[in-house]
């Protein structure tokens, strides 16, 4: 078997079933893939959707996380590639079939790809995928544009670094509090460091998302990233200078443009400061040409475009600065062996 394709699943009843259609309509024989579903200790409908499909379905009794999640199905997989992708996804028909064609190379170790479309419409789910469009081909590959929403890797080399890492935060037993939000970038440094060279990207296999079209929940979500990259940064050093810094000085430019936000801070003294936020607009649109470039192609509106950078710069400014909490929390903290990926040896 050529492929084991690995969806972690929690609470996704909203949007597991459109999942699977798609995994089960590649172009490809099913005599060359499987379909893993691996339950995080869902509490909705999640398991009786699951259970129409012909698949293999694991399940963790409590929810402790997607790499652990992904580790366990890897576990039980008997594809010689590993292929990841998340219960709020659909891959187009081709999908896995363009997959391949990479790993005909046999050089290459991991391939990483994006989002090619977005399940909704709103404005905000639409500026989503115009963001990450935008950096997916504006910018040469780097380790912070890895997403196991879309990522394929030899078991081989999958085994040979240990899977996703596992560890927690401030001493606790990584058995019962894994941390988990940044473990895409993790295994892409990880990957890196053993494979040199070994790593491809593929901008045109991306598959659909779905966004989120809460304001207040994309914004947590942001957040919640920027946190987790900073562990990942302080529990790795060695990921601050591997790979192109090309995403790092990306994020460092956006957090910049949030420096005239602290004009009203100085109107004591220069009254004139007190309008300065309203420059932040105007930054975000000129030091983001690109992505105003792609949004005016599409017709959307660049300065409702440039109002959310600002807000998504804001909620990358507060996750880094909780990150630094929570860095040191993983600095501090243990690391545990990944259970099962023997087994994939086999």
């Known amino acids: 078997m050529r492929f084991s394709v690995i969806v972690p699943c929690y609470n996704a009843q909203r949007t597991i079933t ?12 099913r005599s060359e893939y499987e379909v893993i579903v691996v339950d995080d200790g869902s509490t909705d409908d999640s398991l009786r959707l699951v259970g ?17 999640a992904r580790n366990l199905g890897a576990s039980r997989a008997r594809g010689q590639v ?13 999908w896995l079939a363009a997959m391949g064609r990479h790993f005909a190379d046999p050089a290459v170790q991991a391939v990483w790809g994006g989002y090619s479309g977005s399940v909704g419409d709103s404005p905000l789910e639409r500026f989503a995928l115009l963001e990450c469009v935008h950096r997916q081909t504006a910018l040469e590959f780097h380790l912070e ?20 890492p596992r560890y927690a935060l401030w001493g606790a037993d990584p058995e019962q509090q894994p941390f988990w939000g940044n473990e ?27 966004f989120r079209a809460s304001l207040g929940q994309y914004l947590k979500q942001q957040a919640f990233f920027a946190s987790a990259a900073v562990v990942s940064y302080v529990k790795y050093p060695g990921l601050r200078t591997a790979g192109s810094g090309a995403g790092r000085h990306s994020v460092m430019v956006q957090q910049l443009l949030l420096l005239p936000l602290a004009g009203p801070l100085l109107a004591w003294w220069w009254p004139w400061a007190a309008v300065a936020p309203l420059l932040c607009p105007g930054l975000a649109l000129a030091c983001n040409p690109g992505l105003a ?42 690391n545990a062996e990944t259970p099962g990926l023997e087994a994939a040896k086999t």
């Open 52 to 68: 129409a499909y012909d698949c293999l379905v694991l399940g963790n009794t409590r929810n402790v996380g997607p790499g652990v």
């Open 293 to 334: 470039r792609l949004a005016g192609q599409r017709g959307e509106s660049r300065w409702r475009i440039a109002v959310l950078l600002v807000a998504r710069n804001l909620a990358w400014a507060a996750g880094i600065t909780r990150g630094m909490w929570w860095g040191l929390g993983g600095w501090l903290g243990r």
């Open 145 to 164: 544009l890895s997403s196991t929403s879309n990522f394929a890797c030899r078991r081989s080399a999958f085994v040979a670094v240990g899977g996703f």
């Open 184 to 210: 895409d970038m993790d295994i892409a440094y990880l990957l890196e460091r053993a494979f040199p060279g070994g790593m491809r990207w593929d901008g045109a296999n991306g598959v659909v998302h779905h």
């Open 82 to 94: 590993l292929v990841f992708t998340d219960s709020d996804c659909i891959a187009p028909p081709d």
């Open 18 to 29: 459109r999942c699977l259609d798609s995994l089960f309509c590649q172009t490809l024989p």
